[in-house]
């Protein structure tokens, strides 16, 4: 007979933090569990510390591997599992008395397939680091809506770990962890929500996380091109993944591309097959939303002016929305609404060249300083340039009937129709 909840910690040489996580679930609230305890191949007391555990307690087993890493040791735990829902925890993080009362009742209350909480991150002093805010909500989320948290996460997010969850076994059995790879918890959240019907979150701090250079989350950027090299790969599978759910997300192609640009920039070993990807992945992109035209946009502002409107108005063109650095949130949320909306964070002057290249028309509708040069650049390419009064950065340079008032978008948009129109209509 199954039992409710099977709790996964993979264990290596935290002698110093182990009784302290292994006391947390032993003083759960919620009693029907088992712990599946995983050393993987600890070298200092953890193993006896996690044996004397299972001498006291029924419920807690020992499992033991040679080092292989979080992964496998997740893996191992995953396939002795008789739980219906898997619970991950580090072990040198602790768990809220209450913790599996309040998710499995939730789980049962809401016929959830994952359950997940807020967390509270902590130091080796017992300081709280960071905790929840706010009045206390529960939200129902879709698998689109949760894999859009992943791409637009707040700090501390919870949505883009494996632990703080209640997952469904069958969900998790189908996708196990990468052996061998950084970011192991990027390369299976998304996964796990897009195999879900029902996703519940509840902004409780129900999970204690512990913020240290040893832990089996640290954030310690070693090994700098091989880490580089995996984010690209989960990326590109992640596209892959998303396409045989037929779901699409602009900011998931966006971020991969940045990063296939990043790494082409700092590692060289990664140029070629970087171009290759993004080349492949931007042509994928654009044959599978199939869009008569392009117009782009470089910019290092929030504030574009009228570019909702100006896509409502012409679903027909895709507007490409560049720039150096991050992308304002505001604007990933307009391309995650609008289909003929695509951001281009972190670009790099390649791509910059890459969309003026394939644009039909440049718009220079963003405020305060124009970026790179890039109106005369346009204009070089032989690129119509339109503008509002209020954004127009080179009015000494652009046709007059082609710079309008801010509230004439109406009139803008009549003008780019009329320009494509006589494009379309100017032989091959």
Not at 297 to 309: C, G, P, R
Not at 370 to 375: A, C, F, L
């Amino acid at each position: 007979m199954n039992l409710p909840i099977s709790i996964i910690i993979p264990i290596y040489n935290v002698e110093k933090y182990l009784i302290e996580c292994l006391e947390s679930v032993r003083r759960q609230t919620f009693t029907d569990f088992e712990v599946i305890m995983v050393n993987d191949g600890s070298t200092d007391a953890s193993a006896v510390i996690a044996d004397n555990y299972c001498q006291r307690d029924e419920r807690f087993k020992l499992l033991h591997q040679e080092n292989q890493g979080v992964s496998v040791a997740r893996n191992f735990g995953i396939s002795q599992a008789k739980g219906d829902y898997i619970f991950f925890l580090d072990s040198d993080d602790k768990i809220v008395e209450n913790s599996l009362d309040v998710m499995y009742r939730l789980a049962q209350a809401k016929d959830a397939d994952i359950v997940m909480s807020s967390h509270i991150h902590f130091n080796n002093q017992g300081d709280i680091i960071h905790k929840p805010a706010g009045d206390v909500e529960m939200l129902i989320y879709s698998s689109v809506e949760a894999v859009e948290r992943i791409e637009s996460p707040k700090l501390w997010d919870p949505f883009v770990t494996a632990w703080a969850k209640l997952i469904k076994k069958e969900i998790i059995a189908k996708y196990l962890f990468p052996v061998g790879k950084y970011y192991e918890d990027l390369a299976v959240t998304y996964k796990w929500y897009l195999e879900a019907n029902k996703i519940c979150y509840i902004n409780i701090g129900l999970y204690y996380y512990r913020l240290h250079d040893s832990s089996i989350m640290s954030t310690e950027y070693t090994n700098l091109p091989k880490r580089l090299g995996d984010y690209i790969s989960h990326y590109q599978e992640k596209i892959d993944c998303m396409a045989e759910y037929d779901v699409y997300l602009p900011a998931t192609l966006a971020l991969h591309l940045s990063k296939l640009y990043q790494s082409r920039t700092e590692y060289q070993d990664f140029e070629e097959d970087s171009r290759e990807v993004w080349k492949e992945e931007y042509q994928r992109y654009f044959s599978f939303q199939d869009f008569s035209y392009h117009a782009f946009t470089l910019t290092y502002s929030a504030d574009l002016e009228h570019v909702e409107d100006l896509a409502q108005a012409l679903p027909d063109l895709c507007i490409h929305i560049a720039a150096y650095t991050s992308v304002a949130p505001n604007l990933i949320d307009l391309a995650e609404r609008l289909e003929n909306i695509f951001i281009h964070p972190l670009s790099h002057n390649d791509l910059i060249e890459d969309l003026l290249n394939q644009a039909d028309f440049y718009l220079d509708i963003n405020y305060y300083d124009e970026v790179d040069d890039i109106v005369s650049r346009a204009i070089q390419k032989g690129l119509p340039v339109l503008a509002f009064e209020s954004t127009a950065h080179r009015p000494d340079l652009v046709d007059e009937e082609q710079i309008f008032a801010t509230d004439e978008v109406n009139a803008m948009v009549a003008k780019i129709k009329s320009l494509l129109k006589e494009k379309n209509s100017q032989p091959e």
